[in-house]
């Protein structure tokens, strides 16, 4: 299976340098983006950059609700981050065990 | 709602007899539920940790690698680095297998199949140091997000699962044994009114007997 981002341009560089397999830098069209790689089978991992997941934000808790097992997708920081950015898989945790896991409290 | 008696349910000894089965069988399952969930979580703690380890290191690796690479954008020119970038090794096919942890399938990567050190295909004398550096950087970087990929995949699978059994375990312990204690505790009564009522009435019909024997 592929690696696939979408991101911001200097990111969507960098992880080109590093190999990643497909990588689309969104121009106002991120949810067809989004929607045309999450029905794809071919894909394992999704890398998507924080200001462009919180704009699809209800896309994205949609697909993480369904419990579909891939694409995995992992919410990275991009060139700009954001700032108290709650990634999706945390406030999954947070749901799961009914608080805000706190690391000191391990 | 939750003590209601089950509707239905003929007030007889056979009945209780399955009422009693049902709720010694809700008992059980309600305690390896319980286990089950317990298990679950303390498995689940173990990963936040990790997840949350792994995070934290992908994230200052990344960072210093889109500085590496603003760098190199600014020696270079963006469009040079653009094509730079297209001039790279593929990282290869990633494989995931399917691992069990109680239960529940989480996915484990294959990384024998991984290149995570692609080679770079560009000229080394149109590029600069710069952009090695960041092709170093995010190298590392993409590693770390592919281990945080497969930690979220666990991480993912055993919240769904443990929200799952929380319910199943709610289910039980709040509605469904409750109404089967209600249901065999009122049967219980009717059972023992009913031989109340018996027994009284053979009393009665031994005292009418003996009434007229005397008589």
Do not use: W
């Not at chain 1, 830098?25 to 991120?30: L, M, Y």
């Not at chain 2, 919240?159 to 044994?177: F, Q, S, Y």
């Amino acid at each position: 299976m592929k690696i696939v981002a979408i991101c911001d341009e200097t990111t969507a560089m960098g992880l080109e340098l590093a190999g990643v397999h497909e990588v689309y830098v969104p121009e106002g069209d991120e949810r067809e983006i989004f929607h045309d790689i999450i029905s794809r089978d071919d894909v394992g991992i999704m890398f998507i950059t924080e200001n462009i997941a919180k704009s699809i934000n209800r896309e994205l808790k949609e697909f993480f609700l369904q419990g579909k097992e891939f694409p995995i997708i992992v919410e990275i920081p991009g060139k700009e981050r954001v700032e108290g950015y709650i990634d999706n898989i945390s406030a999954l945790i947070k749901r799961a065990v009914g608080v805000s896991v706190d690391r000191r409290a391990l | 709602m939750s003590g209601e008696v089950i509707a239905g349910v003929k007030p007889t000894r056979m009945e209780l007899l399955r009422i009693r089965k049902r709720l010694e069988l809700a008992e059980k399952g309600h305690k390896l539920l319980e286990d089950k969930r317990d298990a679950l979580v303390e498995r689940f703690f173990r990963s936040i940790k990790e997840r949350d380890k792994i995070k934290e290191e992908a994230r200052e690796i990344l960072g210093r690698a889109i500085e590496a690479l603003i760098d190199a954008e600014m020696i270079m020119g963006t469009n040079r680095v653009k094509i730079s970038s297209k001039l790279v090794e593929k990282i290869g096919e990633i494989e995931f297998h399917r691992e069990n942890v109680m239960g529940v399938k989480v996915p484990r990567l294959n990384r024998d199949k991984l290149n995570l050190k692609s080679r770079p295909l560009y000229g080394f004398s149109d590029t600069c140091l710069r952009l090695d550096e960041a092709k170093k950087l995010f190298e590392k970087a993409l590693e770390k997000l592919i281990d945080l990929a497969e930690i979220d995949g666990t991480v993912k699978a055993l919240a769904l699962e443990i929200e799952k059994t929380k319910r199943r375990v709610n289910v039980l312990e709040n509605v469904l044994i409750p109404r089967l204690q209600a249901t065999r505790k009122r049967i219980e009564m009717l059972l023992e009114e009913r031989e109340r009522e018996d027994f009284f009435r053979r009393k009665r019909i031994k005292a009418i007997l003996e009434r007229r024997n005397v008589s």
